[in-house]
């Protein structure tokens, strides 16, 4: 018979498993969601539509008829290959754009991803063609400039490794913030903060726009705190009343 694995983001799998998906063994820990499940009704569909990376592990057979045997490969291989298709792999040269409301893509750097242990790390490259540079409440910036709207990098401070991998972004994430302003506006509030999550969809990486109040980086965080973002400090943004409502990794 067979067990399916699945190897996604933590937290998608921390949803599937508090959802009463009862494990049926352990697996050797990882930084993924380390469980094995046998391919109950309904479990697949969940999981592909989470973007986990599903695998099949052989186990030996624990008595009764082996009819079911075909059923347990098939099925579960035919979701193997759609979800190992769909993920971006994090080497080499990419392009990073940010998704208007209209589709519109605005080309904003390169990155570079160069394997490494367990995960990537990776190098951001912006193109200053893209930004103009504004002097904004007594502060440079580099923005994006819209008709309405201004898009203003914000660098992150404090000390990061710049490391990735499939199942943890957040590096990634905090080297895109953002600020926004509006157009006419001599000055910026930080309050207006733009936080994009990653989730490794579809051939890319694509970021789903958060609202964050960036004043909170203006306190240092604890030597060794490399995560001082909270998901308490974010909330999720209308599309519809931002410019900029995605960013995509391609």
């Known amino acids: 018979m067979a067990a399916l694995a699945w190897f996604g983001r933590r937290d998608s799998c921390q949803r599937l498993c508090d959802s009463g998906v009862s494990p049926v063994t352990r697996i050797r820990p990882s930084q993924a969601c380390p469980k094995v499940h046998w391919p109950t009704p309904g479990l697949i569909p969940r999981l592909a539509r989470c973007g986990a990376t599903l695998r099949l592990l052989p186990l030996q057979p624990l008595g009764g008829s082996m009819n079911g045997l075909r059923f347990f490969w098939l099925l579960p291989a035919l979701v193997l290959s759609a979800a190992d298709a769909s993920a971006l ?20 750097a390169s990155v570079v991803f160069t394997p490494e242990g367990n ?30 709207k201004h898009w203003c990098r914000v660098p992150y401070p404090y000390e990061i490794r710049r490391m990735v991998s499939d199942d943890d972004l957040t590096d990634l994430e905090y080297d895109l913030l953002f600020v926004w302003k509006g157009a006419t506006e001599y000055g910026i509030n930080l309050w207006n903060g733009v936080y994009y999550k990653l989730e490794n969809q579809d051939g890319r990486l694509s970021g789903t726009l958060f609202e964050m109040d960036m004043d909170k980086l203006g306190v240092p965080p604890e030597t060794g705190n490399l995560r001082p973002i909270r998901e308490v400090d974010l909330e999720e ?5 931002h410019w900029l409502p995605r960013l995509v990794i391609e």
Do not use: N
């Open 89 to 108: 792999s994090l080497d080499g040269e990419k392009t990073i754009s940010l998704v208007d409301q209209k589709g519109d893509h605005h080309t904003v």
């Open 119 to 148: 995960g990537s790390t990776y190098d951001i490259e912006w193109r200053d063609d893209a930004f103009a540079d504004h002097f904004l409440s007594m502060r440079p910036f580099k923005c994006l400039e819209g008709t309405d």
């Open 237 to 241: 943004g209308y599309p519809e009343s």
